[in-house]
């Protein structure tokens, strides 16, 4: 009923930036959080930034001052600016939304997650 659709991901030098972009598209009522993650292999995936309930917005402590997540709410869209990227960034990143949705008559919700972008940073 609810896809997400990544993009921006892609390889760039140490210290460079990349945008990436997530959009929820279905029969949506409310996209009511949404949230990247990141996942390297042998490694647990990490959240890196939410845009919650209410607007609350948190990042992890190694991409605070780097990264800034915002929202086209209208849209349905979660934007993660990264700036000062180091090779240490490079990772899947994924997007997360929990999503209110129309099913036929009735209100649903369930939390949807993208296909994952690759972020790879060069040294």
């Known amino acids: 009923q609810v896809t997400l659709v990544e993009s921006g991901g892609g390889l760039v030098q140490n210290g460079g930036s990349l945008r990436l972009s997530c959009t929820a598209s279905?029969?949506?009522?409310?996209?009511?959080?949404m949230s990247w993650y990141r996942r390297t292999p042998g490694k647990q995936r990490e959240l890196v930034a939410a845009?919650?309930?209410?607007?609350?917005?948190e990042y992890a402590d190694s991409v605070k001052g780097r990264f800034t997540i915002s929202r086209d709410s209208a849209a349905h869209t979660v934007y993660l600016q990264m700036n000062s990227l180091t090779p240490e960034d490079t990772a899947d990143y994924s997007c997360?939304?929990?999503?209110?949705?129309?099913?036929?008559?009735?209100?649903?919700?369930?939390?949807?997650w993208g296909q994952g972008v690759q972020v790879t940073v060069s040294s």
């Open positions: 997360f939304a929990t999503v209110t949705y129309r099913q036929g008559d009735r209100l649903s919700a369930d939390s949807y």
């Open positions: 279905g029969s949506i009522v409310t996209v009511n959080a």
């Open positions: 845009h919650g309930f209410g607007g609350l917005i």
